[in-house]
């Protein structure tokens, strides 16, 4: 597609549910990231692929945050057994090279909200 | 201290003024800089980049870079209406992978 596609766009849960979010990249980026947006917050980082291989971790906050990409293009981040605190927007964003390069195109968004 | 600081405003300027928004990083081996503009309820979209000390212009945008002082700022000429947003700085930090680490952004209103 011309963009980065993420779905849901919305998602409400219970607490204590299980949620899938999806990023769908540009064609051909080799980078991914994961970022979370809580309300008057910067994007904070989450995870970051390239390609297949998820080079850094460090930023999810719990292991209840699980995200792969196994085949090197569309995106799955998993949050089990949400918590209140999970309620933020999710950003995904890809770049065409390696994490350096910096210059990222953002979906629209997925916005959590756990009730 | 936050690895990209930035003043959370808002920045209230009239029309036509400059708008000077700035930024400071912590770790001074970052090499790669980058402001982005976020609309309420929308993504984050890229503005500018900035690599090398010194001053880098686009149309009516200017990046500044100093290294040695860790600072980077953007300046916006002719303030419009529609320039209303959050402006993120980014700063490529190193953490294994050189990740993009955002500043919480400043809030810039230009009022008519």
């Known amino acids: 597609g011309a963009g980065v596609s993420q779905s849901p766009r919305y998602k409400v849960a219970k607490r204590g549910q299980d949620v899938a979010l999806r990023c769908d990249p540009i064609?051909?980026?080799?980078?991914l990231f994961w970022y979370q947006q809580a309300l008057g917050q910067g994007p904070e980082f989450l995870t970051y692929?390239?390609?297949?291989?998820?080079?850094?971790k460090s930023g999810l906050p719990s292991d209840r945050f699980f995200a792969e990409r196994p085949e090197g293009s569309v995106s799955t981040l998993k949050i089990q057994r949400t918590q209140q605190e999970d309620s933020a927007v999710y950003l995904c964003?890809?770049?065409?090279?390696?994490?350096?390069?910096?210059?990222?195109?953002f979906g629209e968004g997925s916005r959590l909200t756990v009730l | 201290q936050k690895e990209v600081e930035q003043n959370s405003g808002p920045l209230s300027v009239p029309e036509g003024a400059i708008a000077s928004l700035n930024c400071t990083y912590s770790?001074?081996?970052?090499?790669?800089f980058f402001w982005y503009r976020q609309y309420s309820g929308k993504s984050p979209e890229l503005i500018m980049s900035?690599?090398?000390?010194g001053d880098k212009e686009d149309g009516r945008f200017t990046a500044q870079l100093n290294k040695a002082s860790q600072y980077v700022s953007l300046l916006i000429r002719d303030s419009q209406p529609s320039d209303s947003a959050t402006y993120l700085c980014?700063?490529?930090?190193?953490?294994?992978?050189?990740?993009?680490?955002f500043g919480r952004g400043t809030s810039l209103i230009v009022h008519p």
């Open positions: 964003a890809s770049s065409e090279r390696g994490a350096n390069t910096g210059e990222l195109f």
């Open positions: 064609s051909g980026h080799v980078s």
């Open positions: 692929f390239q390609n297949e291989a998820q080079l850094d």
């Open positions: 770790d001074r081996v970052s090499q790669s």
């Open positions: 900035i690599y090398s000390n």
């Open positions: 980014a700063v490529n930090l190193p953490r294994g992978s050189y990740i993009p680490t």
